[in-house]
């Protein structure tokens, strides 16, 4: 199990053992064999059922990304217009001057409010992640502004925490076995994964017996191929269905009262909404239906299937959430979840959408705090990136990002932003709004880009400088959301070119700004006080030279881990870290909010660019953006064998298609007033009329004319964001034409 060479008579290849750092959020152990510093073939997990990890797709496709002949070897200038794409080799010296010099002159100029960090999910790993380098450098030059809000799952986050007060609201998935019914609501693992092995779990649960319903606007992979039943349904109307179901239950009796009685509060009100009492409304299967395009008589025979069927485990995940009242869609999910008893019970679930388990969980990972001389200053505490504190003066929405930049504080923002200072992202593609987006960075005096590809956003930069893959570094990641497991990877390869980490390029450019002492300790004495001063890791890695040897260290489990389990078994001395200690239907500090878009019980509620909005004379149909399974949202877009498995097409229906004219394989436009992309369409029954799909992350490429030939989703997706702080990525409206 531990890294080998083996020789050759041209030279040894040495096998190593490591892992990608990609946003999927699993971690597929992988060994790259090595020679004369290139990866010349990848395998994957070696160890045996059922502990094996299934290495992905993407992963074995690591060798093209690590060594693409397109990836950025140099620092470089912009010596063309803004996002002309024109640039001229430098120094390392003369780049890190030039950024030393703008953050300078920027602070002096404008004060630090000038300076805009944007960091991102581009690189997970806790000791060379860009983010948290250059936010420990700005807390040391006096702060700067950056984003809020988590651009994946800020509904789902905000559901969870009212409702349970924890993220931590997963099962291990080995406990799928335990379960009589599996409801796919909105989630699509076999292209998504939700951590390494889950569909290989899915298909065993299918195996031991489990019925599976899938309940997607799109006949995705997963439905494809283990799910009993698809139940088509319109995007952004999956809470009304809850709802009905919920109806259901109550009228037929067959909700846990026991249940709701104990662990729950507030239940009494949602039943009122639920009847009608408070809002005249009854909402009944066929109010449901009328909304949602699922026969009343389907949401019937769903609602008593799941009531019937125990243990059950309802699975919402984080694509209807992302949406106009995205945390609506995992409250209500929850809310079912207690109705049914599920909650805390082996083979059952939580809902909430974000799957997290609490032991090797990425918002657990080590990092260096904040503080200068991290260790003796912070002390020992380097339990998790979110516990840090950090220096930030003011914030600004994370899909409001650009707008920020365009409209400052004559806007209402909170600050005027001068310069950005960009890692580990590519913002322009992946938030909302493309268009605006590139207008956005024509307006700052200045932004720097640490990137490996000249990506969309990239293509804007002032001064690029390149950064080493995962291969090229020794760290410390693990996956989220599910394990339980720690990966070590180790470094493969020699820096190539005149690439550098970010950690190495923000600690050189600390030099530069006087701040001393930034970076004092070695790559490996960095791991090993990370891994000394982390209680999960002392709980659970005893041997740090065989962790490290293996790349990985499994957790053992004895039973699978049941989200709120310690609650459920023992709520008086175990109570829900809510405010009242149980499961909060009705949320006292939702409530207290006052907000319209946010009520204290989880409700349906019609929102702009949905099917009620009149904007569907113009744009007819409702956009869906789901991530790719061949990229990590844009990240492996130019690897060949990765473009190989599918190609970038518009999903669209037949009765859509034929009406305007459109063949499979057309080129078409998809268009709004925001934007226009052109795209090759693919005419599918496994998309339900009335909808196109456009997978996210494909890179924004516009021609002078502004059509989008790379067709970017977010060309055509708005930069808004939910009462609860979701990415409305989701709820777009578009319409379609032949080319
Ligand atoms: N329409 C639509 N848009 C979406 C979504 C959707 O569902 N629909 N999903 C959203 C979600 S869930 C997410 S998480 C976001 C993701 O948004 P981003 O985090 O912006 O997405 P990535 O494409 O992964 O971009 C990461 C970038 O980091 C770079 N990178 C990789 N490693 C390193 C490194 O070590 N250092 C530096 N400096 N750079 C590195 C990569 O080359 C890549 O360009 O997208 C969101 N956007
Ligand atoms: N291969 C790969 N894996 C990834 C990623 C990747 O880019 N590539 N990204 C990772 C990241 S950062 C994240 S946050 C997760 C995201 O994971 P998710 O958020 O679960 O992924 P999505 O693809 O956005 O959406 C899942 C499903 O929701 C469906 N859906 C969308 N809107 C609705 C709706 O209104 N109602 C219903 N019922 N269904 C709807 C979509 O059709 C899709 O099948 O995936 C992670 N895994
Ligand atoms: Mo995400």
Request: aromatic fraction near 6%; proline fraction near 4%.
């Given at each position: 199990?531990?890294?080998?060479?083996?020789?050759?008579?041209?030279?040894d290849v040495k096998i190593v053992r490591t892992t990608s750092t990609f946003d999927c959020g699993g971690r597929c152990p992988?060994?790259?064999?090595?020679?004369?510093?290139?990866?010349?073939?990848?395998?994957?997990?070696?160890?045996?059922?059922?502990?094996?990890?299934r290495t992905c797709l993407r992963c074995r496709a690591f060798r093209q990304y690590v060594h693409h002949p397109q990836r950025?070897?140099?620092?470089?200038?912009?010596?063309?217009?803004?996002?002309?794409?024109?640039?001229?080799?430098?120094?390392?010296?003369?780049?890190?001057?030039?950024?030393?010099?703008?953050?300078?002159?920027?602070?002096?100029t404008y004060g630090n409010e000038g300076i805009f960090l944007a960091t991102g999910g581009g690189y997970l790993a806790g000791l060379h992640n860009g983010g948290l380098a250059a936010q420990r450098l700005m807390n040391q030059f006096g702060g700067c502004v950056t984003h809020y809000g988590n651009i994946s799952s800020e509904g789902a986050v905000w559901a969870s925490l009212t409702q349970y007060g924890s993220v931590m609201v997963g099962n291990s998935r080995e406990d799928l076995l335990n379960s009589k019914l599996i409801i796919l609501w909105g989630w699509d693992p076999a292209r998504m994964i939700s951590g390494t092995n889950t569909m290989y779990h899915v298909i065993k649960a299918k195996e031991n017996g489990a019925k599976i319903i899938a309940v997607d606007p799109r006949y995705h992979d997963t439905a494809a191929t283990v799910a009993d039943e698809w139940i088509p349904i319109r995007p952004g109307t999956d809470t009304a269905v809850f709802v009905a179901m919920a109806h259901v239950m109550i009228n037929e009796n067959l909700h846990d009262r026991a249940f709701l009685d104990k662990y729950t509060i507030g239940f009494d009100k949602f039943k009122e909404y639920v009847l009608g009492r408070e809002d005249g409304i009854e909402k009944t299967p066929a109010w449901a239906a009328e909304i949602s395009g699922v026969e009343a008589a389907v949401i019937e025979r769903l609602a008593r299937e799941y009531a019937g069927t125990n243990p059950a485990a309802l699975m919402d995940c984080q694509g209807p959430a992302r949406s106009a009242m995205g945390e609506q869609f995992n409250r209500c999910a929850a809310t079912l979840c207690a109705m049914t008893g599920n909650v805390g019970r082996a083979g059952g679930s939580a809902c909430g959408g974000l799957m997290g388990l609490p032991i090797g969980h990425m918002f657990r990972m080590s990092a260096i705090p904040p503080g200068k001389n991290p260790f003796e200053l912070d002390g020992p505490n380097v339990k998790g990136t979110l516990d840090i504190r950090m220096r930030v003066i003011k914030r600004v929405h994370i899909n409001k990002i650009f707008d920020a930049i365009l409209e400052g504080k004559q806007g209402g923002y909170p600050t005027d932003i001068k310069m950005m200072w960009s890692m580990c992202n590519n913002y322009l593609n992946?938030?909302?709004?493309?268009?605006?987006?590139?207008?956005?960075?024509?307006?700052?005096?200045?932004?720097?880009?640490?990137?490996l590809f000249m990506t969309a956003q990239a293509r804007y930069a002032d001064l690029l400088l390149p950064v080493t893959t995962a291969a090229e570094r020794s760290d410390l990641t693990r996956p989220w959301p599910s394990g339980p497991y720690f990966t070590f990877m180790n470094r493969a390869l020699q820096p190539l070119g005149e690439c550098k980490s970010d950690l190495v390029i923000v600690s050189e450019l600390a030099e530069r700004l006087g701040i001393e002492g930034f970076n004092p300790y070695t790559e490996e004495e960095w791991l090993k006080m990370f891994i000394d001063h982390n209680p999960e890791y002392q709980e659970h890695i005893k041997d740090y030279d065989k962790f490290r040897e293996d790349g990985i260290h499994r957790v053992k489990l004895d039973e699978p881990i049941i989200a709120f389990k310690e609650h459920i078994d023992d709520i008086e001395n175990n109570p829900f870290?809510?405010?009242?200690?149980k499961i909060e239907i009705f949320s006292q500090r939702v409530a207290d909010l006052a907000k319209p878009d946010t009520p204290p019980i989880p409700k349906y509620m019609p929102t702009p660019e949905d099917r009620n909005d009149p904007l569907v004379e113009t744009y007819p149909l409702q956009l869906l953006t789901p991530h790719p399974k061949n990229r990590v949202h844009s990240e492996l877009y130019m690897v060949p064998w990765l473009r190989e498995v599918e190609e970038h097409r518009a999903w669209i229906n037949p009765i859509d298609a034929d009406s305007r004219g459109i063949k499979d394989g057309d080129e078409i436009y998809v268009f709004n007033d925001r934007g226009k992309v052109a795209i090759t369409a693919w005419v599918t029954e496994r998309i339900i009329p009335g909808v196109?799909?456009?997978?996210?992350?494909?890179?924004?490429?516009?021609?002078?004319?502004?059509?989008?030939?790379?067709?970017?989703?977010?060309t055509l997706t708005k930069d808004a964001y939910s009462g609860g702080g979701a990415a409305v990525m989701n709820t777009s409206l578009v319409e379609v034409e032949k080319v």
């Open positions: 199990m531990s890294n080998e060479t083996i020789s050759q008579a041209d030279g992988i060994r790259l064999h090595v020679k004369n510093n290139r990866i010349i073939r990848i395998e994957g997990d070696d160890a045996e059922e059922p502990e094996q990890l950025l070897m140099y620092p470089q200038k912009r010596i063309g217009e803004r996002g002309e794409g024109k640039f001229e080799r430098i120094s390392w010296d003369e780049a890190l001057e030039t950024l030393a010099g703008e953050l300078t002159r920027v602070k002096e992946q938030t909302g709004n493309s268009n605006k987006a590139a207008r956005a960075l024509q307006k700052l005096e200045f932004f720097c880009a640490q990137e870290p809510t405010p009242s200690g196109v799909s456009i997978f996210e992350g494909a890179w924004f490429d516009p021609d002078d004319e502004g059509i989008d030939h790379g067709a970017c989703a977010n």
